[in-house]
């Protein structure tokens, strides 16, 4: 491990995003740099203890130490141990713990006349209890939907997954996950047969290229960026191709920037393969050796040259053809996917072009070459893992009797019981269902889909309707608890303690620091207590699930991932504790946990083993058993492909430009927590759209004017910030429920990861009005002004 670096740098993350530069030569260890913030020119030496934790405010998963003073949290430094940051912390990191004590939810609320109103915890479950009781005995579990998040516990999700599957029995379980990671799990599936990241963090440290697809790592991953960035500082700097329609941080490092026009990612990766086939930058032993379907894939590529792909992407053919040649001239490459690919309408096909890269050069699975598919949530990566959302735990496969049987002794429960007799319900036919009235009951936690689902005029009428009954749990009043029938305060992130798995695999335990505000209560106490209301037992009468604290769920969920790819068996909590992270899977077989997946080449895509027999990547129709078996790879990779087809929505006269929406480096989603936390919301205060240089004169747009953005669903006014977004492209955060883009954005998804259509509509642009001064924009990131100028 790293160095221990003697003392913390008092940090400021605001102004200066990733710190100071610690660079380093390829192959050589990533220096420690130690962040800290405490709040009230406090000391080290004011604080009464540390507590062992790690971030919450991405899927990075920095390892963090939490200050406690009387009984209050007052401020975070990292970890210099812990394999993930090397003791790095990033603006919301450092800042974004202050906002959780503020405004927070203290009791129960239950609507009373069109009102909610305070209530106690005996009132509110009460409530709940007996509408889900009355539902399941008149219309059975069918009428339930449970739609839970990436940002709460295994312990939480395993529970909730034994009470949704195992008791009640229904089918209607997903997440924002869906929003999220539904793609990285599928590209996963679709390839390597099974969920699972192959790659690893320290491959940046020895990568000859990194590429970033649809991934604005500066902005969403801060720390992982400082670490690329000690690369590129560094003697033997890797290259670096970015594939971004704005000129983001990252593009601005970029040996070659692809700015290709959004919704167009699948014809770029298939130019891509098309080039490395071409040009014979293919291990053609590790493909005969370790994969399926080259010959598919070689035809389905054959005439999607660099030319045909720059018409339609509107990047140069030259361009093009060096991004590919850098990837089949490096040894070892990394990748890195992300939003940019997974929240468009060829998602899955688009990102299993990535993995279908890496076979073809045999670059996966050894030091500094390596996939990441990217998880957004500090969580998401659970959820899929104990089977909370369309999973079921321990990446079983719902479409394999014995999976299913497994489970079933395990939970000591009929395998009829499990719900596995058709796919497993995606959130956005759950939200049909709600609509429709057949689920009568759903229970949302921990997220806010009032801010955060596509075309939200049409959730907020299924949220306030009275077909379905809206139970939600957060932590703060918010625009979907709003909606809700009956609410519960719940504890928050260092109020409880559990585990969660960042983007590489590492696990950590986040230890519970401080006492949760008034009566808030963990989601797993939560669950643990309604299922006991509600009765639920096992075969034999016992309680299930047969667990009340996070120990002992997290016990329960290392038995049910034994001897799948997903291990859990070498880890406890005292490991976590000593230790910092660790990376699954972890047994008495490799008990300090695994680096990479799949160094053999073996990947579990064997037909008994494998969690998904897969889907056709263009119409996502899934592939049967018999299908399968058919061809089982038997232990091989599968290079899957589809043709490329335009977006859903494409400017026409009425709409002539492409709406995309993303995020900005101060600010987490919905912002509960950072609209909470002073310097995070000063440095990104409220709404602004982007447009480029080139709109803004066509259109008579000044820095700072008001415009008005419409779509076919929605409209929206806010400041125009002329960035370097690219032409015909306008850009917009998605974070301020008061000026909401999902308004705009559409009701469409990828065919087979289901994951909404985030990046691409068609839309209006005019000028409304003169605005007072510049946009409110951060102008140290990718919103950048094109002229240089704007508020700082
Ligand atoms: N600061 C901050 N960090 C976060 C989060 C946050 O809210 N704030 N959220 C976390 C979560 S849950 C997630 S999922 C991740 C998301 O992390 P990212 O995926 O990096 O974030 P986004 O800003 O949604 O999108 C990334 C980029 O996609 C580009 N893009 C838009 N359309 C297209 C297209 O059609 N093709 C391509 N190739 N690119 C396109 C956008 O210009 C944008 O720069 O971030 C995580 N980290
Ligand atoms: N236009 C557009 N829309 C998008 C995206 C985009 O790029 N563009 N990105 C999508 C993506 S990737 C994502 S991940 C989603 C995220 O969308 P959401 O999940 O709706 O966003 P958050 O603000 O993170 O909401 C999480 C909620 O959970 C609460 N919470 C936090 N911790 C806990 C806990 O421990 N327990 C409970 N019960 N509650 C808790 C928070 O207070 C907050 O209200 O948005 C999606 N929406
Ligand atoms: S990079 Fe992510 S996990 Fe690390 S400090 Fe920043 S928000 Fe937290
Ligand atoms: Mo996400």
């Known amino acids: 491990m790293t160095e221990k670096s003697s003392h913390a740098q008092h940090a400021d993350r605001i102004a200066d995003i990733w710190g100071t530069r610690t660079p380093h030569a390829s192959g050589t260890q990533w220096p420690a740099r130690v962040d800290q913030y405490l709040a009230d020119g406090l000391t080290a030496a004011d604080v009464d203890r540390w507590v062992r934790s790690a971030c919450l405010l991405c899927s990075n998963g920095c390892g963090v130490e939490i200050a406690v003073r009387d009984g209050r949290i007052v401020g975070v430094r990292g970890r210099p141990e812990d394999r993930v940051n090397h003791g790095r912390l990033g603006p919301k990191g450092l800042y974004g713990w202050q906002g959780q004590q503020r405004d927070r939810l203290t009791t129960p609320l239950i609507r009373r006349n069109g009102q909610l109103v305070e209530t106690d915890w005996e009132t509110a479950m009460t409530a709940v209890v007996q509408r889900s009781r009355t539902l399941l005995d008149t219309k059975g579990p069918l009428s339930h939907g449970f739609f839970t998040s990436g940002q709460l516990m295994s312990e939480e999700y395993y529970t909730l997954a034994m009470i949704g599957k195992g008791g009640i029995g229904t089918p209607h379980m997903d997440g924002n996950t869906r929003w999220c990671t539904s793609t990285a799990a599928a590209a996963f599936q679709e390839t390597f047969g099974c969920d699972g990241q192959p790659g690893s963090y320290t491959d940046i440290d020895s990568c000859d290229a990194i590429f970033l697809y649809g991934h604005n790592v500066a902005e969403t991953q801060t720390v992982l960026w400082a670490r690329m960035l000690d690369r590129l500082d560094g003697a033997d700097p890797p290259r670096l191709v970015c594939v971004d329609p704005r000129r983001t941080k990252v593009a601005e490092r970029a040996t070659v920037h692809l700015p290709l026009r959004n919704g167009t990612n699948l014809a770029l990766m298939n130019a891509l393969v098309h080039e490395l086939i071409a040009n014979g930058f293919v291990d053609e032993d590790y493909v005969a050796a370790h994969t399926v379907g080259i010959d598919a894939l070689e035809e389905l590529t054959r005439d999607t040259t660099p030319e045909w792909a720059a018409e339609i992407c509107d990047v140069p053919a030259d361009d093009i053809r060096r991004a590919a040649e850098i990837f089949g001239t490096s040894k070892r490459v990394v990748s890195t996917v992300s939003m940019g690919f997974y929240q468009s309408h060829q998602a899955t096909a688009a990102s299993c072009q990535v993995n279908n890269m890496h076979l073809l050069r045999g670059m996966i699975g050894r030091p500094g070459a390596g996939v990441l ?160 209301r509600l009765g639920l037992t096992d075969k034999d009468g016992g309680p299930l699930p047969p667990w009340n604290t996070p120990a002992e769920a997290f016990e329960a969920w290392q038995r049910c991932s034994a001897g799948r790819p997903v291990d859990y068996t070498g880890l406890s909590y005292e490991l976590l504790h000593e230790h910092g992270g660790i990376q699954w899977p972890c047994n008495t077989a490799v008990p300090a946990g695994t680096e990479r997946l799949y160094a053999d080449g073996v990947f579990p895509t064997d037909a008994q083993y494998c969690q998904s027999y897969g889907h056709d990547l263009a119409t996502g129709a899934p592939v049967t058993e018999t299908q399968y078996r058919a061809t089982d790879p038997a232990g091989r990779a599968i290079l899957k492909a589809a043709a490329y087809e335009p977006a859903y929505e494409l400017p026409d006269d009425h709409y002539p430009l492409r709406l995309t929406t993303g995020r900005t480096v101060y600010h987490w989603h919905t912002r509960t927590k950072t609209a909470r936390a002073p310097q995070l919301q000063q440095a990104a205060p409220s709404m602004w759209l982007e447009v480029s240089r080139q709109d803004a004169k066509q259109y008579g747009v000044a820095e700072g004017d008001i415009v008005r953005v419409t779509s076919r669903r929605g409209s929206l006014e806010a400041p125009a910030r002329i960035s370097h977004v690219r032409e015909g492209v306008v850009f917009g955060p998605w974070h301020y429920g008061d000026d909401p883009i999902n308004e705009l954005t559409l009701n469409a998804w990828d065919p087979i990861s289901r994951q909404p259509e985030f990046k691409v509509a068609a839309v209006a642009l005019e000028r409304v009005r003169a605005g007072d001064g510049p946009a409110p924009a951060p102008t140290n990131t990718a919103s950048a002004p094109a002229n240089g100028e704007g508020r700082s």
């Open 373 to 532: 598919q990217m998880n957004g949530q500090p969580t998401a990566q659970n959820n899929r893992e104990c089977g909370c959302g369309p999973a079921l735990p321990g990446f079983r496969n719902w479409a394999n009797p014995e999976h299913v049987a497994e489970l079933a002794a395990l939970w000591n429960v009929d395998p009829l019981a499990i719900p596995h007799w058709a796919p497993p319900t995606d959130a956005m036919t759950m939200f049909r269902y709600a609509e429709q009235g057949s689920i009568g009951f759903l229970w949302i936690a921990g997220t806010n889909p009032g801010v955060s689902m596509p075309d939200l005029a049409r959730v907020r009428r299924i949220l306030s309707g009275d077909q379905c009954f809206v139970v939600v749990s957060d932590g703060y009043r918010t625009e979907t608890t709003e909606l809700a029938d009956v609410v519960l305060p719940t504890a928050l992130w260092a109020e409880k303690t559990g585990t969660h798995t960042n983007v590489d695999r590492t696990v950590h335990l986040s230890e519970q620091a401080v006492q949760p505000p008034g009566q808030a209560r963990s989601d797993l106490a939560i669950w643990i207590d309604y299922a006991r």
